[in-house]
């Protein structure tokens, strides 16, 4: 039975099986630390799981659900270091915990390690997932530049906000849904339609994590509330109140996003008002909906078995229940 518990623990037990008791220490040491500290594990669990869709051994993908998970964390140490971030998933991140220098070196061997452990896969269709994979690396590289690109402006608009995290975010996890696929053998047309689902529901991944930044629970999100606020990142929410604010609701707010050093909880309390007045939360999650549904549709159309439409479609529905 496909089980997403199971595929998570067959993950962590293969991360935990990877040698980084290397020399020198200072640069292996951060990389054993950051795979250590848990997480969903999505991308890699996808993967698996869109592997038995064609096959009846997951383990064929165990390559590219490793390098897939690497390459993730390693995108992770190098946003923290550019966020100024000090915790994930409740513990220290790697910048905080060595320095910046440690977390960029580290991630870089991160990423050699993530292509090192992807040429293992054993598929007739390896170029293709080589190329999936590359390609896909190179556009969460311009979806982080585009991030970092958006804090010098104001006027982003929702169009490029979402192209923005479609190639930050949403591309990864429909590659590891299409790399897993290719590797069960799946034909072109099939990828293509998973591929899709992947896209539309990383789309609502990200834009659930930009509502929680603003109303989680810190306890179970794993890091700081209200950081997307402080930093002015610009988020769904905070581009949908720019959009739909009043001309007073829209000066209070640039007020605070032109604040020198305000106080964080104050900063963080008048945004979210303001966040309330305009109805940024329901805004946020209308689209959420509208990207869960067409998720959804990609999968109506999908020729797999129940419990394969069952698993991913569970995957969908987790995405509205999610509190970290």
């Not at 006027?155 to 590797?183: C, F, H, N, P, W």
């Not at 990142?233 to 581009?239: E, M, P």
Request: glycine share 4%.
């Amino acid at each position: 039975m496909l089980n997403a518990e199971n595929l998570k623990k067959d993950v962590e037990q293969w991360l935990q099986e990877l040698n980084y008791k290397r020399q020198p220490q200072e640069l292996y040491t951060p990389i054993e630390y950051s795979l250590s500290l848990g997480g969903k594990r999505i991308r890699p669990v996808l993967c698996l799981a869109a592997c038995t869709l064609f096959s009846d051994d997951y383990e064929r993908a165990k390559p590219a659900a490793l390098a897939i998970e690497i390459f993730h964390n390693f995108t992770l140490l190098h946003d923290d270091v550019m966020d100024h971030a000090d915790i994930r998933r409740n513990k220290p991140t790697v910048c905080a915990k060595w320095n910046s220098n440690v977390a960029i070196l580290s991630g870089d061997a991160m990423l050699i390690d993530a292509y090192q452990t992807i040429s293992q896969v054993d598929s007739p269709a390896f170029s293709l997932i080589l190329n999936t994979f590359t390609q896909t690396a190179k556009e969460v590289c311009e979806g982080q530049q585009y991030d970092m690109d958006f804090e010098n402006t104001i006027d982003v608009t929702i169009e490029q906000y979402m192209e923005m995290i479609r190639l930050k975010t949403a591309v990864l996890i429909a590659a590891s849904i299409k790399i897993g696929a290719l590797i069960g053998g799946a034909t072109d047309a099939e990828t293509e339609i998973l591929y899709n689902f992947g896209i539309n529901m990383g789309l609502a991944f990200q834009l659930q994590d930009d509502l929680l930044d603003t109303y989680g629970n810190e306890a179970t999100f794993g890091k700081a509330i209200g950081g997307d606020i402080m930093e002015n990142k610009k988020t769904f929410l905070l581009i949908s109140a720019l959009e739909n604010a009043s001309a007073q609701q829209k000066r209070e707010l640039l007020k605070w996003l032109d604040a020198v050093s305000p106080n964080r909880e104050q900063k963080i309390a008048a945004v979210r008002s303001i966040y309330d007045q305009i109805g940024v939360k329901s805004l946020t999650e209308q689209k959420i909906a509208e990207l869960h549904k067409k998720a959804m549709d990609s999968l109506r159309e999908m020729d797999i078995s129940i419990e394969g439409k069952r698993f991913f479609a569970d995957f969908a529905n987790s995405i509205f229940k999610r509190t970290r």
